[in-house]
């Protein structure tokens, strides 16, 4: 069965870092466009950082310098390193991976950044 399963989300003060966590199951992500968007309350969904299965990264332009996207591909895992978090960071996480032909999204994982 294809999914992806996020974990790493929580509570954390401004200032702080979280690292999620992206597992994929029932394909091999080494072929596929990774990805992270995130949801704030009462928005739409937005990119916040890609990875190409050439290692391009992109980032959203309100997390450069802060956010970090890799992948493990022997694991088939791909990781979001988020620091120096911000209130507006605030929103639930998913990760998406894309081909020509496909596209799988996880649940996603809620992240809080308040004091």
């Known amino acids: 069965q294809v999914r992806l399963v996020e974990s790493g989300g929580g509570l954390v003060q401004p200032g702080g870092s979280l690292r999620l966590s992206c597992a994929a199951f029932?394909?091999?992500?080494?072929?596929?466009?990774m990805g992270w968007h995130r949801q704030a309350p009462g928005k739409g969904r937005e990119l916040v950082a890609t990875?190409?299965?050439?290692?391009?990264?992109t980032f959203q332009e309100s997390v450069k310098g802060r956010f970090t996207i890799s992948r493990d591909n022997a694991k088939n895992t791909v990781n979001l390193q988020m620091n120096s978090l911000k209130p507006e960071d605030t929103a639930v996480y998913y990760c998406?991976?894309?081909?020509?032909?496909?596209?799988?999204w996880g649940q996603g994982t809620q992240v809080t950044v308040s004091s």
């Open positions: 998406h991976a894309g081909s020509w032909s496909e596209n799988y």
């Open positions: 029932g394909f091999p992500i080494s072929s596929y466009t």
């Open positions: 990875i190409t299965s050439s290692n391009r990264v």
